[in-house]
């Protein structure tokens, strides 16, 4: 069982800046995959980014050019530097693991082995 713990989360104003840590219990053998996810009340968990072993990232496309999703693995430790946020960012952000048998992972839920509880961002006009 791996455990997430997500945390930099908080309130600033349109235009600042979050960095948001998700720190593992376990290393990185459990986790090929490490994602950032986010979800609105009401609406279906988006994935916002995500981070192969070998360092390769994906995004969605409303983030792509504000975020950076980075890992250090010798810390256990997964990252998403958050700029120019806006308020249509605001969400709960939780950090995910997933094993991949085939070396793909998908930037959606299907298959994601390990949760976080997350951490709430809020931006303000």
């Known amino acids: 069982q791996v455990q997430l713990v997500e945390s930099g989360g908080g309130s600033v104003q349109a235009g600042g800046s979050l960095r948001l840590s998700c720190a593992a219990s376990r290393d990185s053998s459990t986790r090929d995959c490490m994602y950032w996810f986010r979800q609105v009340p009401g609406n279906e968990r988006e994935g916002v980014a995500l981070?192969?072993?070998?360092?390769?990232?994906t995004y969605v496309d409303s983030v792509k050019g504000r975020f950076t999703i980075s890992q250090d693995n010798a810390k256990n430790t997964l990252y998403l530097q958050m700029n120019s946020l806006k308020p249509e960012d605001t969400a709960m952000y939780y950090c995910?693991?997933?094993?991949?048998?085939?070396?793909?992972?998908?930037?959606?839920?299907?298959?994601?082995?390990?949760w976080g509880k997350g951490t709430l961002v809020t931006i303000s006009s």
């Open positions: 981070i192969y072993s070998n360092g390769r990232t």
């Open positions: 995910a693991a997933r094993r991949s048998y085939t070396g793909y992972c998908p930037l959606n839920s299907v298959g994601v082995d390990f």
